[in-house]
């Protein structure tokens, strides 16, 4: 899941609009005003920080979940190493009391509140926004958890769920995506949705979307893993 339906007009980290030659590559982006919602170049290194207080002031392991982030953000930077991408800790990281900011895009935070596993953003959302919000039954997820923070990375790379607007979708979502590629039952985005893959891993097709997003802007598709 990732909060994406807001009434107010934000600024958004949005890139230009690919070029024509990616249209044709039918993974499902979001859209934002018309173009692609993504972290553009000047926004391709993304630190994050954990608020490990959340966790272990409730007895819950902060270390597994900076374990299983970890490998699940190494998962999606390696499908395309000439993409630039970076997606790691910030260098104050373990420091107490950091928000989301110019120089931190989001916040890992434990949050008992909620009936979700887990809860992400999109690009373009507002600083105060920027949170990766990690539920209770995350932790009970046993073989999942890993395959959950890679979804959610998935959302805030700026990908939809792969079912929204086939036929058979499990919920409503809004219209504004685009193909990236064709259906993919098997996509890291299907999340437990009809034939999804229990371990949500990313499949030949997820890879080939997000190096067709991410590459395009340093001269084109490369750097299969």
């Known amino acids: 899941m990732a909060k994406h339906e807001r009434a107010d007009k934000r600024k958004a980290l949005i890139g230009k609009l690919l070029p024509a030659t990616l249209q044709s590559i039918k993974l499902k982006g979001d859209i934002k005003d018309g173009r692609w919602n993504f972290w553009d170049w000047k926004a391709a290194i993304s ?14 392991d902060a270390n597994r979940v900076v374990r299983e982030l970890q490998e699940a953000a190494s998962d999606w930077v390696a499908v395309c190493r000439d993409c630039r991408l970076r997606i790691e800790p910030h260098p104050r990281d373990g420091e107490k009391g950091l928000v989301p900011g110019d120089d931190l895009t989001f916040v890992v935070k434990y949050d008992p509140a909620t009936k979700y596993v887990a809860l992400s953003f999109f690009p373009g959302e507002l600083a105060s926004h920027r949170y990766l919000y990690i539920m209770p039954a995350w932790f009970r997820a ?79 598709v490369s750097g299969t893993p």
């Open 47 to 60: 630190p994050y920080v954990i608020d490990r207080d959340s966790f272990t002031t409730r007895g819950l």
């Open 142 to 220: 046993e073989g999942h958890s890993t395959g959950i923070l890679r979804h959610e990375l998935g959302h805030i790379l700026g990908y939809r769920h792969e079912y929204v607007g086939e036929v058979n979708a499990c919920s409503y979502e809004n219209n504004q995506w685009r193909r990236l590629t064709d259906y993919d039952p098997q996509s890291v985005m299907q999340f437990f949705c009809g034939k999804g893959s229990p371990t949500m891993t990313l499949s030949p097709k997820d890879k080939e979307g997000h190096r067709a997003l991410y590459s395009w802007q340093w001269g084109g």
